[in-house]
């Protein structure tokens, strides 16, 4: 196996190990959600007083009981939300690392390993870990681990089903709702898909990104697959606007070609100030970059040459829509 096909294989494994580290994320939180509506079950509801027709009074004891809440969540968060937490700040840093074996296979160690501990710096700092593995108060990760909205917006539905005397049935109903979602997503969950929503992807990129950069890499290979949801822009389909088919997977694109993507004005799944090289195709794209080495370049795509110790493309490869 020779070293494109080597890091070809890395680039299809980080996308799998992104997909499952966040199918797990959700499936832990789900069940963090799940526990903490037995809980508020068992130590608040049940406890509650009613009267005969099974409605919840409006009494001094009732809205007392209430304050339990933020104790109860307090516990879970201690527990649940701290293990989500530990589970995100590993599981980020090893895809820092597979990132790093990826510039390994064809650059030397010696290289690579100073600059790869530059760009594990700064994303630690951007998730806010300190050099000694804990979590700075303010932080990314730290915001999810003391965030209180979830605890809040219980207090709030139950305390208004206290003072308006439902019935008990209907506010565990509520409280279920609130709680794990019903059919919606959960409490938790959208509390921490604002931190953490496309995080593992963007972490991926920025990582790959920046190593390359500081090894002075200006190409890469738009890598993954193409499925039923895979959008224009990534080659999914044809696009009206452009009235072609996008053909990027498995392309090789310079710095300039890639930057040129953010001035396409709108498209399919576009984030909120777009950077090409950390969003790619948009929000929930599962593409990669994979920087390679100039002659690997020029090996795979025929107009690329080197200029002026400078590699460039005889005609940028970039369409405006």
């Known amino acids: 196996?020779?070293?494109?096909?080597?890091?070809?294989?890395?680039?299809?494994?980080?996308?799998?190990?992104?997909?499952?580290?966040?199918?797990?994320?959700?499936?832990?939180?789900i069940a963090a959600e799940e526990k903490l509506n037995t809980r508020l079950i068992s130590e608040v509801l049940l406890k509650l007083q009613t009267d005969k027709a099974g409605k919840v009074l409006n009494t001094a004891s009732n809205v007392i009981l209430l304050s339990q809440i933020d104790k109860i969540y307090s516990k879970i968060s201690d527990v649940e939300l701290s293990s989500l937490v530990k589970f995100l700040k590993t599981s980020l840093q090893h895809l820092v690392r597979m990132n790093e074996i990826y510039f390994e296979i064809s650059t030397s160690k010696k290289k690579v390993k100073p600059?790869?501990?530059?760009?594990?710096?700064?994303?630690?700092?951007?998730?806010?870990?300190?050099?000694?593995?804990?979590?700075?108060?303010?932080?990314?990760l730290?915001?999810?681990?003391e965030d209180r909205t979830v605890s809040s917006k219980i207090y709030k539905t139950l305390f208004n089903s206290v003072i308006s005397g439902t019935t008990l049935v209907d506010v565990q109903k509520q409280l279920k709702d609130v709680v794990?979602?019903?059919?919606n997503l959960g409490a938790i969950t959208?509390?921490?898909?604002?931190?953490?929503?496309?995080?593992?992807?963007?972490?991926?990129?920025?990582?790959?990104?920046?190593?390359?950069?500081?090894?002075?890499?200006?190409?890469?290979?738009?890598?993954?697959?193409?499925i039923s949801s895979t959008r224009p822009f990534c080659g999914g389909g044809r696009d009206e606007k452009a009235g072609t088919f996008s053909k990027k997977i498995g392309q090789v694109f310079l710095d300039e070609e890639i930057k040129g993507w953010e001035s396409i004005r709108k498209f399919e799944g576009k984030n909120r100030n777009y950077n090409a090289k950390v969003h790619l195709g948009g929000h929930n794209c599962r593409h990669s970059l994979g920087y390679i080495d100039d002659f690997t370049a020029m090996?795979?795509?025929?107009?690329?040459?080197?200029?002026?110790?400078?590699?460039?493309?005889?005609?940028?490869?970039?369409?405006?829509?």
Do not use: P
């Not at 020779?2 to 997909?19: A, G, M, S, V, W």
């Open 190 to 226: 959208k509390m921490i898909n604002v931190g953490t929503n496309d995080l593992y992807s963007s972490i991926d990129r920025a990582a790959s990104s920046q190593i390359g950069n500081r090894l002075k890499m200006t190409a890469s290979i738009y890598t993954g697959n193409k």
């Open 299 to 321: 090996a795979l795509r025929k107009d690329l040459e080197i200029v002026g110790g400078i590699l460039k493309a005889k005609k940028v490869r970039f369409k405006k829509w």
């Open 142 to 145: 730290s915001i999810i681990q």
């Open 115 to 140: 600059n790869a501990a530059i760009v594990k710096t700064q994303i630690n700092q951007f998730l806010g870990i300190r050099k000694t593995g804990r979590l700075r108060q303010g932080g990314l």
């Open 1 to 29: 196996m020779d070293n494109l096909q080597k890091q070809h294989k890395n680039l299809l494994e980080r996308i799998d190990y992104i997909e499952s580290k966040e199918k797990s994320l959700r499936n832990r939180t």
């Open 180 to 183: 794990t979602g019903g059919e």
